[in-house]
């Protein structure tokens, strides 16, 4: 069974290989320092029965600055933008084909659509590593900034109106 839980410093994440060796190192290497200077969360997605990271994600506060924003972000950037950050996601080479980035997508997505509930922040941004993430991306309901063709937006307007519409058709749309 897979389980969704905070990150644990115990945990192995040695074993942990995605494919992408920036990914793998970020989490073996820096994800507990981020956790520990309160700088990033990163959740996990633990397959209980091997005791094993199958996937994660992390979660940073961001702002973008008047010169980063392009005009599908506003129409006149006056002052820098707050936002959120996914700054990481990954699933391991053996769990990979199973569906389980959109797992860890929705699970990240969900719990940002909650916070902006508390918390302002006007967009969610992602900074693909490649091509293939960014499409990956894009079927999510994130878009292209026409100046950063790997870094992708979505506004926390819609992404709260993406769960409000799921909770009424049952899926996230």
């Known amino acids: ?34 956790e520990r200077d309160n700088s990033a969360r990163t959740t996990y997605l633990v397959d209980e029965q091997e005791v ?21 972000l506003t129409r006149r950037p006056r002052y820098p933008m707050s936002a959120m950050l996914l700054a990481r996601l990954a699933v391991d080479e053996r769990y990979q084909g199973q569906g389980l980035g959109k797992v860890l997508l929705f699970e990240a997505l969900q719990r940002l659509a909650r916070s902006s509930e508390d918390i302002g922040f006007e967009v969610v941004v992602v900074d693909a590593l490649d ?28 992404l709260r109106a993406g769960f409000a519409a799921a909770s009424t058709e049952g899926e996230l749309g």
């Open 1 to 34: 069974m897979l389980i969704v839980m905070p990150f644990e410093a115990q945990l192995d994440r040695g074993s942990f290989r995605c494919g992408k060796p920036d990914l793998d190192d970020w989490l073996k290497r820096y994800a507990g320092q981020g």
């Open 52 to 72: 094993r990271v199958a996937g994660y994600f992390t979660l940073v506060t961001y702002r973008l600055e008047v010169e980063d924003l392009t005009p599908e």
């Open 131 to 158: 091509e293939d993430a960014a499409c990956f991306y894009l079927r999510f309901g994130f878009r292209r900034c026409a100046d950063h063709s790997l870094r992708l937006f979505m506004m926390s307007k819609d």
